[in-house]
T-cell receptor, first 113, second 114 residues
Framework: QKEVEQDPGPLSVPEGAIVSLNCTYS??????FMWYRQYSRKGPELLMY????GNKEDGRFTAQVDKSSKYISLFIRDSQPSDSATYLC?????????????FGDGTTLTVKP | DGGITQSPKYLFRKEGQNVTLSCEQN?????MYWYRQDPGQGLRLIYY???????QKGDIAEGYSVSREKKESFPLTVTSAQKNPTAFYLC?????????????FGNGTRLTVT
């Protein structure tokens, strides 16, 4: 079983919808949680970076971490066609050697105008 | 602007040839990483380096080699021993080597071997 499981998608929503992207994990040592956005043929770009449990908001994006359930989410409000991309969750913690991050497999989102 | 530059963007090679992918960063980051991305499989770690002249194998190092002679540069060689080399290769770096700083990525090199 993988350490990080991400909802596989693909996900298709109309413009303006609220999008929820989710990951679960099994390693309780994970403390830092990241969301990356990856456009086709590009490298992943860091969207959100959070520590431990709680919420973090940045514009239309909200990252939520529930360590008790080992569950993280990324919410996108008022989704736009420019949000169409693959979203990757990533995690790291004390026992991840040399700061290696563990990634989910990604969820591909399409926002239709 | 600071960032990570990977070159070339696309690379085509014949089976049996070694090929070297370039990665340069001007972020003054200590640690650098190479990942491989295949459709539906997420990112898998090939090699990483925390300081100059030192590097460690990741989860899928077989058939690959690296060097770290300068802080700014971390080239990856895909050798003929790599059984399925066609993939999207991503270089990344982070400040320090600790788990509490996020990775920053380049824009990748797509390697096709026929």
């Amino acid at each position: 079983q993988k350490e990080v499981e991400q909802d596989p998608g693909p996900l298709s929503v109309p413009e303006g919808a609220i999008v929820s992207l989710n990951c679960t994990y099994s390693n309780s040592a994970f403390q830092y949680f990241m969301w990356y956005r990856q456009y086709s043929r590009k490298g992943p770009e860091l969207l959100m970076y959070t520590y431990s449990s709680g919420n973090k908001e940045d514009g239309r994006f909200t990252a939520q971490v529930d360590k008790s359930s080992k569950y993280i989410s990324l919410f996108i409000r008022d989704s736009q066609p420019s949000d169409s991309a693959t979203y990757l969750c990533a995690m790291s913690g004390l026992d991840t050697n040399a700061g290696k991050s563990t990634f989910g497999d990604g969820t591909t989102l399409t926002v239709k105008p | 602007d600071g960032g990570i530059t990977q070159s070339p963007k696309y690379l085509f090679r014949k089976e049996g040839q070694n090929v070297t992918l370039s990665c340069e960063q001007n972020l003054n980051h200590d640690a650098m990483y190479w990942y491989r991305q295949d459709p539906g499989q997420g990112l898998r770690l090939i090699y990483y380096s925390q300081i100059v002249n030192d590097f460690q194998k990741g989860d899928i190092a077989e058939g690959y080699s690296v060097s770290r002679e300068k802080k700014e540069s971390f080239p990856l060689t895909v050798t003929s021993a790599q059984k399925n080399p066609t993939a999207f290769y991503l270089c990344a770096s982070r400040a320090g080597s600790s788990y509490n700083s996020p990775l920053h990525f380049g824009n990748g090199t797509r390697l096709t071997v026929t």
